[in-house]
């Protein structure tokens, strides 16, 4: 296979320990996540600013008897300290399932989304004129959250050359498609101007190989310290994250 003979590629100690994980595995355990608080930024390679930022914050609570993860974001900031998103997510807190989505946008995008199984359902109006449209159908397969992908590594356990497959979905997303997740080392990584030691991920598609991120995860808040994403357009962009009160 395409994608596995590129992840042996400079994995250290020959033949990877390769582990596939659904949804529900007793292999993923996203209890190692915390309440914790973070800002992000993104950075385009060669910029001096950061050209997006956001702040995740995690909350741990319950209902109706199962743990959840309730994450919050919100971002693109303008003069005032208004964000020009938000973003809410609620998570399984052990199995990281999806379970509910919403997000509100400055430009009048309102989506509001319950998952359970793998049946989706709830409301979208994209834009400020649009008129909300009811959102009713069934997902073939789910997955781990596409936007949250580097939550699975850590959830799973990070050890060198290990190799993860797991499916990820995303609202806008038919059906999940399998992600492979590679632990290639601890390393140095730039976070603002502190040195912290992570370890290298990559995140590729088993479809075709293709290197979808590299992640920089840590066991402690934030988590992600830092990662990189490839754009359809061309050049990095570069993630830093640091933990915030």
């Known amino acids: 296979m395409l994608a596995t003979a590129l992840l042996l590629v400079g994995v250290a100690g020959g033949f990877p320990d390769t582990i596939r994980v659904e949804l529900g595995s007793p292999l993923v355990d996203g209890r190692v996540y915390r309440p914790h608080r973070a800002r ?19 909350a741990i609570g319950d209902s109706a008897g199962r743990a959840v993860m309730r994450w919050s974001t919100l971002g693109q900031f303008d003069a005032d300290g208004k964000p020009g998103f938000v973003l809410l997510q609620t998570y399984d807190h052990r199995t990281l399932a999806p379970l509910g989505y919403s997000l509100t946008t400055r430009g009048g ?10 049946r989706v359902t709830g409301t979208r109006k994209l834009g400020a004129s649009a008129t909300p449209e009811p959102v009713d159908h069934e997902v073939e397969r789910l997955g781990f959250v596409a936007s949250a992908s580097d939550l699975v590594p850590l959830a799973v356990g990070l050890a060198e050359a290990k190799v993860v497959i797991a499916p990820v979905w995303g609202p806008n997303m038919p059906t999940a498609e399998n992600r492979i997740f590679t632990v290639l080392r601890q390393e140095p990584f730039d976070v603002e101007g502190e040195s912290v030691v992570a370890w290298r991920v990559e995140e590729r598609r088993e479809s075709d190989g293709k290197l979808m991120a590299t992640w920089f995860l840590t066991d402690r808040s934030p988590y992600m310290v830092g990662g990189e994403t490839y754009p359809a357009s061309g050049g990095v962009e570069r993630y830093t994250e640091v933990a915030l009160p």
């Open 109 to 118: 995008t309102e989506v509001r989304l319950a998952i359970r199984g793998t």
């Open 40 to 58: 992000v930024r993104v950075w385009r390679e060669g910029a001096d600013a950061p050209i997006r930022e956001w702040i995740n914050e995690l």
